[in-house]
């Protein structure tokens, strides 16, 4: 097993269930996937942008990502229907907890300026989304072969209530800001 699903077995889950008085494990606030999103609208042009977009964006992930393509045309934006627009990635899993073992503990202290990430980025549901504005900042990317990429992580959470889920990222080690 890996280190944050260590964590999330043997002393997280013990926490939550404690304090939202939970009977039965199974509905403890747990994390069901990952999904990674990044726009690749320059890569219409230029091939090599598109190809090296899709092996830095497997070299974050672990996994080869899916090509989203454009559902209309717009010609404003010289965007054809059909046209590959983003990639994205879902992870579930080992290369889930692999990849927020990474992102908590390696990549967001590596940002700029980090004081934290924001506390009002949950929906209704307790999920949590996470922009990073440069794919750089992940040990994996050569910043010489490529070009700046922003990055959104969606981390889909089975809780139910946003405090439930900000309750769970805070035990497992996400560094929110401070009020």
């Known amino acids: ?4 699903q260590e964590k999330y077995t043997n002393e997280t889950l013990p926490i939550l269930v404690k304090e ?3 009977k039965n494990t199974l509905q403890a606030p747990r994390i069901e ?3 990674l999103n990044t726009g690749i609208g320059d890569a219409q042009k230029n091939k090599e942008v598109f190809e090296r977009a899709k092996q830095d964006f497997a070299a974050i992930s672990g996994q080869y990502p899916s090509i989203r393509k454009a559902k209309v045309s717009v010609a404003s934006f010289s965007l054809r229907k059909g046209s590959p627009v983003g990639l994205k990635v879902t992870l579930r899993g080992k290369k889930m907890y692999d990849f927020l073992d990474r992102l908590f503990s390696i990549v967001l202290p590596r940002i700029r300026d980090f004081r934290g990430v924001k506390v009002g980025s949950f929906d209704k549901y307790g999920n949590y989304t996470l922009g990073i504005s440069e794919h750089s900042v992940f040990p ?3 910043i010489s072969k490529s070009a700046s990429r ?3 992580i969606t981390i889909v959470i089975k809780s139910g209530t946003p405090e439930r889920s900000f309750r769970l990222l805070e035990l497992l080690g996400l560094p929110f800001e401070k009020k």
């Open 1 to 4: 097993m890996q280190r944050l």
């Open 20 to 22: 939202f008085a939970i």
């Open 33 to 35: 996937k990952v999904v």
């Open 140 to 142: 994996e990317i050569d």
């Open 150 to 152: 922003g990055l959104e």
